[in-house]
T-cell receptor
Framework: GQNIDQPTEMTATEGAIVQINCTYQTSGFNGLFWYQQHAGEAPTFLSYNVLDGLEEKGRFSSFLSRSKGYSYLLLKELQMKDSASYLCAVRDTSGYSTLTFGKGTMLLVSP | DGGITQSPKYLFRKEGQNVTLSCEQNLNHDAMYWYRQDPGQGLRLIYYSQIVNDFQKGDIAEGYSVSREKKESFPLTVTSAQKNPTAFYLC????????????FGPGTRLTVT
């Protein structure tokens, strides 16, 4: 099985930088995804990491360390619209494309 | 426009009734998934299908059933055997390439009283 941990809630100020951490334990790692979900809406894809290192995509970056079972999502120049839940999801090597999701981190951006 | 549709957005049922949630995609994806989301619980996998006419149980399949007769469609039936059916249900699809993300539908909020 898999175990994925994320902080439940975080707060930050508009214009700031925030880092959302995700730790995981899995018998066979095969990729990590980050999704953003606004309340009552569908999750939307943000990033994918399968090799160690940093993936940058505009204001969002995601980092992975497979040896430490650790990832983070970095959000820069925070905007009010970034207030949402951020979901970390891990794929294992079972041969299927299923994901196991963490419980999500609710980020509140204040003015 | 390609995407995933789920209908209806809100659904109300009486306890003891079966209810079927629809999910349709025109992304030409082979794989489809059903998740349930409860407050503070994250997404939990109910059923998934890698290919037409085949599907597998996820982590919380008890009280649910699915079919995959067409590539585009993956309906979920919530049966009266599901003890706590009130939840937000999300359908997703993806290609079977490992690096490809799952695309989600808008969700159906089911309330059973």
């Amino acid at each position: 099985g898999q175990n994925i941990d994320q902080p439940t809630e975080m707060t930050a100020t508009e214009g700031a930088i925030v880092q959302i951490n995700c730790t995981y334990q899995t018998s066979g790692f095969n990729g990590l995804f980050w999704y953003q979900q606004h309340a009552g809406e569908a999750p939307t894809f943000l990033s994918y990491n399968v090799l160690d290192g940093l993936e940058e995509k505009g204001r969002f970056s995601s980092f992975l360390s497979r040896s430490k079972g650790y990832s983070y999502l970095l959000l820069k120049e925070l905007q009010m619209k970034d207030s949402a839940s951020y979901l970390c999801a891990v794929r294992d090597t079972s041969g299927y494309s299923t994901l196991t999701f963490g419980k999500g981190t609710m980020l509140l951006v204040s003015p | 426009d390609g995407g995933i549709t789920q209908s209806p957005k809100y659904l109300f049922r009486k306890e003891g009734q079966n209810v079927t949630l629809s999910c349709e995609q025109n992304l030409n994806h082979d794989a489809m998934y059903w998740y349930r989301q409860d407050p503070g619980q994250g997404l939990r996998l109910i059923y998934y299908s890698q290919i037409v006419n085949d599907f597998q149980k996820g982590d919380i399949a008890e009280g649910y059933s699915v079919s995959r007769e067409k590539k585009e469609s993956f309906p979920l039936t919530v049966t009266s055997a599901q003890k706590n059916p009130t939840a937000f249900y999300l359908c997703a699809s993806s290609s079977n390439s490992l690096g490809d993300e799952q695309y989600f539908g808008p969700g159906t909020r089911l309330t059973v009283t």
